[in-house]
């Protein structure tokens, strides 16, 4: 089986412009991602909108592709960037853009579920929820929640707490049942990719601002495959410099 990793990576943000290009201990973002990524996958493209991110994936030795500025989703960014670069992946895997220090293990689990379940159509990540980070942690409604069935597929996923504790109070919820966190990164049979780049956006996907559930609500299965590897996304300066401030002796 073969398999592709793309990276999407546009320079607007809201919360941290040109995100991509901020400076890691004298290293681009893009160029940790890439390098981590490309320890776990022999074939990996930047696809990005912007010549500057382009070029600087080009300066230090990297693969990119230009794609359009009107994606909604990396999602729809990762099938134009296959199509581009004339890829003959059988699988596609979604790499963050803002993980410089994934863990390359992260991707194995998913190159996994395709190598055991060749017919998986679409794959993702999670992750037991820690009961020591408490109810607060739990209910952040940045942090995604799913479900699960007894194959491991999601059942749902949602800003909300799931499952609900029911005759618990909330305080208690932590140690009562076991919680999921989604762990942002996927993996799409090529053709599927194809097919759900296709659909409208879906009323759960707008109710809860989160693209998988249009893939759920139009009856794909996502497989799932748990990592206990930490995840430290980078949305702005500030969660930059806290990283950089955790992680002594970054080379």
């Not at 912007?50 to 990762?78: L, P």
């Not at 893939?215 to 495959?225: C, D, E, P, R, S």
């Amino acid at each position: 089986m073969k398999f592709i990793g793309i990276i999407p990576a546009r320079y607007a943000s809201s919360r941290f412009p040109g995100k991509p290009l901020a400076d890691i201990a004298g290293r681009t973002m893009i160029e940790r991602v890439y390098t981590q990524a490309s320890k776990a996958l022999d074939d990996v493209v930047v696809a990005t909108d912007d010549d500057r991110i382009h070029d600087t994936v080009q300066r230090f030795g990297g693969k990119a592709v230009m794609t359009s500025t009107s994606h909604r989703s990396g999602t729809d960014r990762c099938r134009e960037a296959y199509l581009n670069v004339g890829s003959t992946a059988d699988v596609v895997i979604n790499i963050q853009g803002d993980e410089p220090f994934i863990d390359p293990s992260q991707i194995e689990a998913l190159k996994g579920i395709f190598e055991q379940h060749p017919d998986t159509p679409l794959a993702t990540l999670v992750r037991k929820f820690d009961p020591a980070k408490g109810f607060d942690a739990l209910f952040d409604n940045n942090t995604p929640k799913v479900v699960l069935d007894n194959d491991m597929n999601a059942l749902y996923f949602s800003r909300s707490i799931i499952p609900y504790v029911r005759n618990r109070k909330w305080e208690e919820w932590v140690d009562s049942a076991t919680f999921y966190t989604h762990v942002g990164m996927y993996g799409y049979r090529a053709d599927v990719l194809e097919q759900i780049t296709r659909l409208p956006q879906s009323s759960l996907e707008l109710a809860e601002s989160l693209e998988q559930l249009r893939w759920l609500q139009n009856g794909y299965k996502i497989k799932t495959a748990v990592t206990a590897c930490p995840t430290i996304g980078i949305d702005t300066p500030e969660d930059l410099a806290r990283a950089l401030r955790e992680i002594p002796g970054l080379q």
